[in-house]
């Protein structure tokens, strides 16, 4: 697991059972939830509104589908060594501009 993902995994663990079931179903149109899952989803929701809490089971599976569903933000993911430009594609071996039509 990278820190992406890790990162990721930790704002939904953050998330309250309210939160985290309220994203699930704004993004319920955009995501490849199934039917069945929506209704789940959306059931849940509806309890968790009213003050009921979510069993381990429920949480488990809201937030397997959450990690399905939630991108990795690109600010998350580390980037690699830099490397050092070649000295044939430094901006002073270049054509400023790209050669006339024939």
Do not use: H
């Not at 069945?36 to 949480?59: I, N, S």
Request: charged share 30%; hydrophobic share 40%; net charge positive.
């Amino acid at each position: 697991m990278n820190s992406g993902e890790q990162a990721r995994d930790a704002r939904i663990k953050a998330l309250d059972d309210v939160a985290l079931l309220g994203q699930l179903s704004a993004d319920a149109a955009d995501a490849e939830l199934n039917d069945v899952e929506c209704g789940m989803v959306a059931d849940m929701y509806a309890q968790a509104r009213e003050g009921r809490r979510l069993t381990k089971k429920q949480r488990g599976w809201a937030e397997d589908i959450a990690r399905r569903v939630f991108p990795i933000l690109a600010s998350d993911v580390p980037k690699g060594n830099r490397v050092e430009t070649p000295v044939l594609l430094r901006r002073a071996n270049l054509p400023m501009k790209p050669p006339g039509r024939v």
